[in-house]
């Protein structure tokens, strides 16, 4: 039984990275430059992904989903943290903070399934050359987007309706810059030992099967790697994976530590927050337009065309 009811506890106050009102203006110049960084590059890969033909294969209409999600995974974290960085009151409301959950698991969940589809997607380029135009057909890319949203909805779907029941009592104070299920369980006076037992049974086997479907994926890129003859062939078709590789290995470790670790409001929590929710949607633009010779070339073209409009 919960001692009081939500009425009790209208707001939450979120301590933020740094409780210094001298590096609070510092770390708000770093964030903001990070959230432009992530804002441009995230709509520069949707923006020339669109317009180049050259790009309409399954490889970057993932790849497009991906920067979209990294664009709203961003957002909807970024704004209240920067804000609170130059307010005095570092205030979020019970349904502002419920709201924050919400989304985050939705882009969180969703990101997880769609790097498993991109490995996948790269397994069938690299194994089955010959079968890709079949096996990735349009239908079954928007199959697999569009089951990758599900996925995400499912989990917000069964974690957050429990947390509205939640009640909040006396603690109010959030030792984090932004709202995360494993964070308010702390503050409820109800018994929340049934929203910890269910979000280990969504994020255990969300996590678990798409990382033994990346895992796998990889071991037989590799094997089919290896096989190749020629050195040209063989870097060029690990260059096709290198950027994904490094997109999974920035989220994966970062957002699992930190949904697995006992929440204690330690620095590493925070650290671990700050890789998967802010710096990992600002790197991806980067990793895979830097790294990408495709990529490189159709933001050259589209560089020109928009050059050519305004002359």
């Keep these: 039984m919960a001692l009081t009811n939500h009425s009790t506890i ?19 110049v770093f964030f903001l430059g990070i959230y432009l960084q992530t804002i441009m590059g995230n709509l520069m890969m949707l923006l020339v992904i669109r317009t180049d033909s050259h790009l309409h294969t399954p490889m970057y209409f993932f790849l497009s989903h991906l920067s979209f999600i990294d664009l709203c995974f961003s957002t909807v974290t970024m704004p209240k943290m920067l804000e609170n960085l130059l307010s005095q009151k570092k205030s979020i409301s019970v349904r502002g903070c419920l709201a924050q959950i919400f989304f985050v698991f939705i882009t969180g969940g969703t990101e997880i399934c769609l790097l498993s589809v991109m490995a996948y997607d790269r397994y069938a380029a690299i194994c089955h050359p010959l079968l890709y135009g079949q096996v990735m057909s349009k239908q079954r890319c928007m199959q697999l987007v569009c089951g990758s949203w599900g996925l995400g909805f499912l989990d917000t779907l069964i974690n957050v309706p429990l947390a509205m029941k939640m009640d909040f009592c006396d603690t109010y104070i959030i030792p984090h810059y932004s709202c995360e299920l494993p964070s308010i369980f702390l503050l409820s006076c109800s018994d929340v030992s049934t929203n910890l037992l269910i979000m280990l049974c969504s994020i255990i086997p969300h996590a678990l099967i798409t990382s ?14 290896l096989s190749i003859t020629s ?35 330690s620095s590493l929590e925070l650290i671990f927050s700050v890789q998967y929710s802010v710096i990992t949607p600002m790197l991806n633009p980067l990793i895979y337009s830097l790294k990408n010779r495709e990529v490189k070339a159709a933001v050259r073209r589209t560089l020109a065309k928009c050059l050519q409009r305004f002359q």
Excluded: N, W
């Excluded at 209208?10 to 740094?18: A, P, Q």
């Excluded at 033994?212 to 790697?225: A, E, K, N, Q, V």
């Design 10 to 28: 209208t707001e939450f106050i979120l301590l933020g990275l740094s409780a210094d009102p001298k590096i609070q203006p510092l770390l708000f």
């Design 212 to 225: 033994i479907l990346i895992f796998f994926s990889y071991i037989c890129i590799i094997f089919t790697i």
């Design 231 to 265: 050195t040209s062939g063989r870097s060029k078709a690990f260059s096709t994976c290198s950027s994904h590789l490094t997109a999974v290995i920035f989220f994966y470790v970062s957002a699992l530590l930190r949904y697995f670790m006992p929440t204690s409001g």
